[in-house]
């Protein structure tokens, strides 16, 4: 009995190393897959597409978890909020690169500022960034975000 006792508590354990092993390998099949399509691009094999490679690779970083679909979508959303910056008159730059800085402060000025969504009728519907775009806090055990809409 205390011998099946040692084995029953070495099982107990065990298990959680294991399960996170085999989350590992997962992880490590979904960057193999994302690095064989990009490869193929690459090679010629298959059309290059920048936005596609942005994805395989954030989708294998999320552990296989976004949907294309979506992720094409915010990255629609958020060029067109950029440009909207850019045409708003806000931003101040006079020098012979001002389309290069304009685009540049843009960016920032999204990834760094809320950014009012107003409607055509003046209605403010919300802003960039919101609680709403952020869906996934970082995990404790490997500090990873994925943070795109559900």
């Known amino acids: 009995m205390n011998f099946t006792l040692k084995y029953m508590v070495a099982i107990f354990l065990l298990v959680p190393f294991a399960k996170e092993n085999l989350r590992t390998q997962y992880s490590q099949v979904f960057f193999e897959e994302a690095f064989l399509k990009i490869t193929s691009m690459l090679l010629g094999e298959t059309d290059l597409d ?22 094409k979508f915010n990255i629609t959303l958020y060029s067109s909020t950029c440009r909207g910056i850019m045409l708003s008159g806000n931003i101040d730059y006079a020098e012979k ?7 540049q402060c843009a960016v920032f000025m999204f990834m760094t500022d809320s950014i009012p969504i107003i409607a055509s009728d003046s209605t403010v519907l919300g802003s960039i960034p919101s609680h709403t775009t952020m869906t996934t806090l970082p995990d404790r055990k490997t500090g990873r975000t994925c943070s795109y809409p559900p």
């Not at 920048?50 to 992720?71: G, H, I, P, R």
């Not at 690169?97 to 685009?103: F, P």
């Open 97 to 103: 690169d001002i389309d290069i800085a304009m685009a």
């Open 50 to 71: 920048f936005q596609k490679s942005v994805f395989l690779t954030e989708n294998a970083y999320c552990d296989n978890k976004l949907d294309e679909n979506d992720f």
